[in-house]
Each structure stands twice: as structure tokens, then as C-alpha cells.
């Protein structure tokens, strides 16, 4: 799942100095997940903006939608009223869903209320941690399910280095696993650990051409 | 969407002198939707009820707003009343303008009473019916613990016609190490046999839990018997499990052969062969637990026993002897009678072993002189841990353990055998320091509420009063991982996609899912936000300013309720919201409130350790540090809000919190 988090305040009142209505709009799928860009985040942001201007005097008014993806074109149509209404859209969508809108209302200034972050998963409630780098390349048969591009603060591929901290834990930080630890210890339980034993070349980093593109099998 | 709304307003047989009812039925008289407005003084007597029905029926009223005394009284009963005269459930609001209007201020609070009943109107507008039905319950219980405690309570069980599976980890029934009741001449024999012989009991040794799914009255559970699997599903779980202990003395001499528990001088004194009977021994006890009746019950008989059996110089180390329990004051003066000495300290004695025999340095308190005293044994005293596996134990059931990792966690609404999970219970020594009048409470107070719970196979629960949309959840488990009770799961609506579906039987409405969902799924009927901000724009920003508090219906409601009845003074602009607990109030109440106009924001709540919810009132206090950012973030000039803890009974800590928000108010010049 895409992790997100909401851009400092600061920013976001910038973006929306110039203009006289503004639609924040919510994303219904990762980043609801996450606590970034779901409808309470909407309505929350939406609140904050409207106290905001408020108390500076301003007359703003800030309208609100969330669609259930907001990287789908044809889910964002649903809201092309509200978006045709307002001067401004903030999304708290990831990336992808900022750009959609941008791209289907051109004439419109769409600002991102949100940093997208990574790849992760919730390791308890309302906390994530990255689990992917999406690297195009996949490498996690070599390492027993555990991704070390970004799990391990050098992103080693032939880890781990010689900065393991007792306990397992990264000589970067001793609050975070050695993922290299990590793998060692999975390796050995399926009795695999000949597959460390190799040397990797350095990942062709071209894997991925910019911008990449993904066709599935024709159905 | 029109409605027919009436508004019965009662005086309390004229209890309420400082609002002028007249102008009040006429203000309200003009409000939306409402029909009819009837003054009374009598709602709470028969006749007032019966012209009050008859007026419903008679001008077809739809919704009821009921303004008087606080809904602490007469809520439940006018709600029945209501529904018998056939009208749909849940249509019904209370405006408390007495204990928190007439009684809380001087002076004329005309146009506070006005707007209190004009918010419950705003709110009834939107309420929505409510359904009840019966849900069927398994009637068997899984009691997990085959001891002393664990059997009675399925004997008990069997007794008021619940059948059970009584499952010990040993091999036998009543193999454990406890052996607490045999202290209080007890027999666990006949316990044993009768659980045997017992048809309603089936019992399985050598046999533990492996998984438990499910809610109260469904509950489904593999238990793992040797190599064979077998899933039941069963009604109520209730754990018996017993504790470990350990002797309180330092580890390297506590493997000596003099230096004996409790249980190991019963033995000794029970054997017949024992080669040396010991001239003298002492006793320490009293310095390590909390619960020392049990301790104080072994020492006494066990000394008593000392000294007729063996005729041995008795010493006894204590800080109290704690003689509340039946019996014991009586055992304590045979005991001295008999020659046992008794010393006072307040430190605990040191312990130490020399040429085979043990010492005893300690600091008595009545002679405040040092004693030192050397003996063939000495009894140590036994510290009580959590018995093996209760951590898995809870993580299977997912339930909190105390501090010190037993089986019940420290809050007194649980007490006494009661877990944050519908059906799921704790009886005896697996709740912590035990003695043999709380093991019979406990058993007691579990079976009863067995009994309620399950001895007619079905029960009556609201339909749907908290629900998630499956058009809107996202499936994003929060308030899977969130709910204090363990009520919701993820189940598949009409067979599509997985939602988080909330038992309406395992729900203890406390609304704080609602209050977390990202995706604002979750619908609490009567807390919904349309609800909760529809009083709050019934003011709207007056000039006046208003405050909102939000108070839990547990705690602080209750606080406002009692300063209204001591006639303890508050300013007037305070507008209470009840709400089912703090954890129920979202972050976007509170901007909510102050975007539509508010002053400051309370949100007061249970104290700490002592939430219904068990996490309500910290998730209330993190929304409201969190909801203080975000005003920083956006207003230079600071808005006050603040979290407040309090008990039911503290209405002076009410008002004291009131002014505090009227001075933060004026301190940021608002």
C-alpha cells in the first residue's frame, strides 16, 4: 500500500493564498488506509482552512470530495462539478491521484496537501513502515521474503556490512533491525542459507525506465 | 424531510423557579417541525405519562424531546413508555434543563432552557429508528483451568443447568500447585469426583487452547488434546488458570533444605516418616504481596500445626497479620496461646543460611531492638506470579493483563470477574493474590453473569446501533485494532468485498471506532456526526460565546448533574454534549465546534485507569493534544482545548474545570 503524510500546514496555506475557493479532495483507498487523504482527513484539513481563514480575516470557501480512487479517471469524473467550481484543488491523493486530476482539468492549479512516502505496510495502528522500493526488479527470492534495497540503511545487496549492532540491530540506527539479520535468520529456517553465499552484481538500475509502464497479459 | 416533533416540558413539580415557562412554550412553539408543546409538572407520575401518550397519539407525534430533570432518571423508563405506546425506538431526546440549567446558575436562565431544548429538537430531527432482536447464544461454556477454582465454577455451572468443558493443562483434575483452599480445610477429592461423575461437565487433562475466533454466545475454539485437534464453539470462556509462586528469599539460598514454602511445611507436617522434626521454625510473611490473607491463613495454621505436632519453638516474621477474613482472629489467638511468638517489623527480615540452619536478623518494631534468631527451618514467604502460558492465554483471547501480568487488567469497571471482552471471564488465582472468600466471590459473580449471559440461548440486542458502511469502509482495520472490547471483525457483506463488521452483541457502544475511522464508515446511531454538530449550530456563533462540553456519560455528566443538585455555580455560556464515552469525540467534533462558532472545547472523561473503555479517555486526551496542533497550525490566536479526567462523583472538580476554560478563554483574549 502507498504511504502518504500531510504536508506542514504552512505549505498548504500558501498554495491556497491566491484563491477564493478551494476543493480538497480525499482519496478513498491508500491513503484513507494510512490516515492521510481518507474523508476524516478531508474534512479535518477542510475545517482547519476555513479557521485559518477565518481568523485572518479572509473569506475563503473550501469545499470538500472524496472519490474511491483518485488515480482512476473515470472516478474522478464524478467530481468534475465540485472541481469545475472551485479555483484550486488540494488533493490528498499520492501522487498519482494529484496528477490524474491535474491532468483531466488543466486549466485548474491542483496542489498536493500530501508527501508520498513509500511502499509499506501498518506495523501497528496508525504506524507504517516501508517495505518496498519498487524497484522494478524484483529480489526477494534471494532473501527469503525480506527486501534489503529498503530495509537495509545502504541498501546492500550482499549484506550484511560490518556495522551490525548486537541484538541484530543497524549500526544507523539501533532502534531498526539489521535487515541483513533478518534474512539470515529467515534463510536458515528454510535450511537455504547456501543462497547467501553468493555474490550479486549491482542492480542494473535501468530496470526501470522512466517513466515505467506496466501491460498485463491481455485477458 | 418533515416530521412531527413534540416537546413536553416539565417543571418538576415546580423544583425549577428561575425559568419562565410561559415564554419559553412560546419561543419553541415557532421552532421547524415542531407540533405541539406541552408544559407539565408531573412527567414522572402516572397521569403526566398517560396525557402524554395520549397527546402523541392523538396529534400523530413522530419524535419526543422531553425537557426536565437530567436523563439519569427518567430516560430509560420514558423510552419504554414511548415504545409501548407504539413508537418507533430511538426517536426520543432528553433536554436536561434542570440539574444542568435551572439548578447550575442564579438568576433567570430562561434563554439557556430555549436553547438546550432546541439542540435535543435539532438532534431528534435526525435521529433514526433503532431495531431490537434476539441473537441466539451458545449455551456451553469453555472453562480454561482444571484447579480448585475452575471446577467448582463448572460445577456451579452445571448447577443452574450450563453445560461445560473443563480443560486442564496437566494430566488429572486438581493436579496444581496452588493448593490454596486446602489451607481452609477444604477438599479438592470431592471436587474433583463430583466434576467426573458430573454429566454436564466433560472434562479433557492434558489439553490446552490453540485458537479462539469468534464473540460472546459464538465463540469457536481449537483446543489441541495430545495429537488430535477439536474445534467447539461455546458461549463464555472463563479462565481458572492458577498462578506460579516463588519463594521471596535470594535465589542463591533458596534451593537450601530448610528454607521451605508454605506448601512444602504442609507436606512436611503431613508426613509420617519425616526423619528430624524440626526443633524450631519461623515464619516470614506480609512483605511481598498485596493480598496477604492467604499468607496470613498458611502461617497461622501452619504454625498452629508446628507447634502441636512437632512441639517446636515457633517464631513468626510479619509486618500485619490481617485477620478480616472469617476465622481468623480466632486462629491468630489460639496461635499465640499456644506459644507462637509474633514479632512486628516494617523491613523484611534478612535471610541467611550458616552450618545448616537458618538465621534471621530483624528489626522489631514493639521492642525496637534488633532480633536475631537462628532455626532448624524457615517458611518463606511464597510470591505469587502469573501462571505459565497467560501471556498466550490473553494474546489468544485477546484481552489486557495487569502490570504485573495476570489475567485482568486494572480497571475497576472489570472488577470483579470481567474482561474488557463480552464473555470472556476470570476467576480466582489467574486475576492475581488470592484467598478463599474472593475464589467463592469470583466463582459466584461468574456464574451469574454466565447465567445471564447465556441460560436462555438467546439475547435481546439493538440492531445495527454502531455499524460500519459497507459502501464506505475501506477494510483499513483500525477499528479492528482499536476496539477496546474485541467486537469487530472483518466479514464479508452480502458475500463481495470484506468490511469490518461490528457485533451488535459484543459492542459495548462506546463509539470509539466511529471516532478513529478514516473513512468515516462508522455510523454510531444517535452520535453520528450530523447529530453531534446539529447541536452545536443550534447556537452558532453567538456573541456571547459559547463553550462545549463534551462529556462522557460515565463520568462527567454525571459531575455536571451533581454540581447542578449541591447548587454549585458555573458560568452560563457551558453547553454539555453527552456522549457514550471521550474516545467517542472525533478531532473533527472539536474543529467542527469551532469552526461553526464555539469558544472553547472540553472534553472530559473518565479518570485515568478507570475508563469503561478501557482506552477511551487516553485516546480522548492524544485527539485533544493532537487537535491543539492543529489549531496552532492554523490560528495565531490560540483556541482553548482541553481534556479533562474526572469521577461521577467529583462535581466540584466539574466546576473548577469550567472556570479553568473560562480562564485559558480570557488568557487568549477570546
Given at each position: 500500500m502507498i504511504i502518504a503524510e500531510r504536508k506542514p500546514m504552512e505549505e498548504i496555506k500558501q498554495f491556497v493564498a491566491l484563491y477564493k475557493k478551494v476543493l480538497v479532495a480525499g482519496c478513498g483507498t491508500c491513503v484513507t488506509v494510512c490516515w492521510a487523504g481518507g474523508e476524516k482527513e478531508v474534512a479535518m484539513l477542510a475545517s482547519q482552512l476555513r479557521l485559518a481563514t477565518s481568523s485572518e480575516g479572509k473569506k475563503i470557501s473550501i469545499l470538500e470530495a472524496t472519490v474511491e480512487r483518485q488515480c482512476e479517471r473515470e472516478m474522478v469524473a464524478e467530481i468534475k462539478d465540485k472541481v469545475a467550481e472551485a479555483d484550486a484543488v488540494i488533493s490528498l491523493a499520492c501522487g498519482s491521484g494529484v496528477q490524474t486530476i491535474a491532468e483531466m482539468f488543466e486549466d485548474k492549479p491542483v496542489f498536493p496537501g500530501v508527501n508520498t512516502t513509500f511502499i509499506g505496510m501498518p506495523e501497528k495502528e496508525g504506524f507504517w513502515v516501508e517495505m518496498c522500493g519498487a524497484c522494478g526488479?524484483?529480489?526477494?527470492?534471494?532473501?527469503?521474503?525480506?527486501?534489503?534495497?529498503?530495509?537495509?540503511?545502504?541498501?546492500?545487496?550482499?549484506?550484511?556490512?560490518?556495522?551490525?549492532?548486537?541484538?541484530?540491530?543497524?549500526?544507523?540506527?539501533?532502534?531498526?533491525?539489521?535487515?541483513?539479520?533478518?534474512?539470515?535468520?529467515?534463510?536458515?529456517?528454510?535450511?537455504?542459507?547456501?543462497?547467501?553465499?553468493?555474490?550479486?552484481?549491482?542492480?542494473?538500475?535501468?530496470?526501470?525506465?522512466?517513466?515505467?509502464r506496466v501491460q498485463a497479459a491481455k485477458a | 424531510m418533515k416530521t412531527k416533533i413534540g416537546i413536553f416540558i416539565c417543571n418538576c413539580g415546580g423544583s425549577i423557579n428561575n425559568i419562565d415557562f410561559d415564554a419559553a412554550v412560546k419561543e419553541i412553539s415557532g421552532f421547524p417541525d415542531v407540533t405541539s408543546v406541552n408544559l407539565s409538572s408531573d412527567l414522572c407520575l402516572e397521569e403526566g405519562r398517560e396525557r402524554m401518550l395520549s397527546l402523541i397519539s392523538k396529534e400523530s407525534i413522530e419524535r419526543v424531546v422531553v425537557a426536565g430533570c437530567s436523563p439519569e432518571f427518567k430516560e430509560q423508563v420514558l423510552c419504554k413508555i414511548l415504545e409501548k405506546a407504539g413508537m418507533k425506538r430511538h426517536l426520543f431526546s432528553m433536554a436536561n434543563i434542570r440539574e444542568q440549567c435551572s439548578w447550575a446558575h442564579e438568576g433567570d436562565v430562561t434563554g439557556k432552557a430555549v436553547e438546550l431544548i432546541k439542540m435535543a429538537v435539532n438532534r431528534v430531527r435526525l435521529l433514526q429508528p433503532l431495531?431490537?432482536?434476539?441473537?441466539?447464544?451458545?449455551?456451553?461454556?469453555?472453562?480454561?483451568?482444571?484447579?480448585?477454582?475452575?471446577?467448582?465454577?463448572?460445577?456451579?455451572?452445571?448447577?443452574?443447568?450450563?453445560?461445560?468443558?473443563?480443560?486442564q493443562g496437566d494430566d488429572a483434575l486438581g493436579e496444581e500447585a496452588g493448593g490454596l483452599e486446602s489451607f481452609y480445610g477444604v477438599d479438592r477429592g470431592t471436587a474433583i469426583s463430583a466434576a467426573r461423575a458430573d454429566k454436564n461437565i466433560k472434562v479433557l487433562t492434558s489439553a490446552w487452547v490453540e485458537e479462539v475466533g469468534g464473540r460472546v454466545g459464538d465463540f469457536s475454539v481449537r483446543i489441541r488434546k495430545g495429537g488430535k485437534e477439536i474445534l467447539r464453539k461455546y458461549g463464555a470462556i472463563v479462565v481458572a488458570t492458577e498462578y506460579q509462586t516463588k519463594l521471596a528469599v535470594n535465589p542463591a539460598i533458596a534451593a537450601s533444605s530448610n528454607i521451605v514454602s508454605q506448601q512444602q511445611l504442609r507436606s512436611m507436617l503431613g508426613d509420617p516418616g519425616l526423619e528430624k522434626e524440626p526443633k524450631s521454625v519461623a515464619f516470614v510473611f506480609d512483605f511481598s504481596n498485596e493480598n496477604s490473607r492467604f499468607p496470613t491463613v498458611a502461617t497461622l495454621s501452619n504454625a498452629l500445626e508446628a507447634k502441636k505436632k512437632w512441639d517446636s519453638e515457633v517464631y513468626v516474621f510479619y509486618k500485619s497479620v490481617k485477620v478480616d477474613s472469617e476465622g481468623i482472629e480466632r486462629l491468630y489467638h489460639e496461635a499465640r496461646d499456644c506459644g507462637v511468638v509474633f514479632l512486628k517489623c516494617e523491613i523484611p527480615p534478612t535471610i541467611v543460611t550458616e552450618n545448616g540452619r537458618v538465621r534471621i536478623e530483624a528489626q522489631d518494631v514493639f521492642v525496637g531492638e534488633d532480633v536475631t534468631l537462628t532455626c532448624d527451618v524457615l517458611v518463606a514467604e511464597d510470591v505469587y506470579l502469573p501462571g505459565e502460558g497467560g501471556e498466550n492465554l490473553s494474546s489468544l483471547l485477546n484481552v489486557r493483563r495487569d502490570s504485573r501480568g495476570f489475567l485482568q487488567d486494572e480497571n475497576v469497571h472489570l472488577y470483579p470477574v470481567a474482561s474488557e471482552r463480552k464473555g470472556v471471564f476470570f476467576v480466582g488465582e489467574c486475576r492475581g493474590d488470592s484467598d478463599l472468600g474472593r475464589v467463592l466471590t469470583d466463582i459466584s459473580s461468574v456464574v451469574m453473569s454466565v447465567h445471564d449471559l447465556l441460560s436462555s440461548g438467546k439475547a435481546l440486542v439493538d440492531v445495527e446501533r454502531v455499524k460500519a458502511d459497507p459502501q464506505k469502509c475501506v477494510a483499513c482495520l483500525t477499528c479492528i485494532r482499536v476496539c477496546p472490547h474485541g467486537a469487530i471483525q472483518l466479514v464479508r457483506a452480502d458475500n463481495s468485498k470484506e468490511v469490518a463488521g461490528i457485533s451488535d452483541l459484543a459492542c459495548y457502544t462506546c463509539g470509539v471506532c466511529a471516532a478513529i475511522c478514516p473513512a468515516k464508515a462508522i455510523r454510531f446511531q444517535g452520535y453520528r456526526d450530523e447529530e453531534i454538530l446539529a447541536q452545536i449550530e443550534t447556537f452558532g456563533e453567538s456573541l456571547d460565546g459559547r463553550d462545549v462540553a463534551f462529556c462522557c456519560e460515565h463520568s462527567a455528566y454525571h459531575a455536571a448533574d451533581l454540581a447542578g443538585k449541591l447548587g454549585l455555580h458555573y458560568p452560563q455560556n457551558l453547553r454539555i454534549i453527552q456522549v457514550p464515552c471521550a474516545g467517542q469525540v472525533d478531532v473533527f467534533h472539536i474543529l467542527k465546534a469551532f469552526e461553526i462558532g464555539a469558544a472553547g472545547v472540553m472534553v472530559m472523561g473518565c479518570e485515568e485507569g478507570a475508563c469503561h473503555h478501557i482506552t477511551g479517555n487516553t485516546r480522548a486526551k492524544e485527539r485533544v493534544r493532537y487537535c491543539n496542533t492543529l489549531l496552532q497550525e492554523v490560528s495565531a490566536d490560540s483556541r482553548p482545548v482541553a481534556m479533562f479526567n474526572l469521577s461521577p462523583n467529583a462535581p466540584h472538580k466539574f466546576v473548577e474545570a469550567v472556570k479553568e476554560i473560562a480562564r485559558l478563554m480570557k488568557e487568549s483574549g477570546r
Open positions: 526488479d524484483c529480489f526477494l527470492d534471494r532473501t527469503g521474503g525480506i527486501c534489503p534495497i529498503v530495509r537495509c540503511a545502504k541498501g546492500l545487496l550482499n549484506g550484511p556490512c560490518g556495522g551490525t549492532r548486537k541484538g541484530g540491530k543497524c549500526e544507523i540506527d539501533p532502534e531498526k533491525d539489521c535487515a541483513w539479520v533478518l534474512i539470515y535468520r529467515r534463510l536458515e529456517k528454510q535450511g537455504r542459507l547456501d543462497v547467501m553465499r553468493k555474490y550479486y552484481a549491482p542492480k542494473n538500475s535501468r530496470a526501470v525506465k522512466r517513466p515505467g | 431495531e431490537k432482536k434476539w441473537l441466539p447464544v451458545n449455551r456451553e461454556v469453555l472453562v480454561v483451568g482444571g484447579g480448585f477454582s475452575g471446577m467448582s465454577t463448572a460445577l456451579q455451572l452445571s448447577r443452574v443447568g450450563l453445560r461445560t468443558t473443563l480443560l
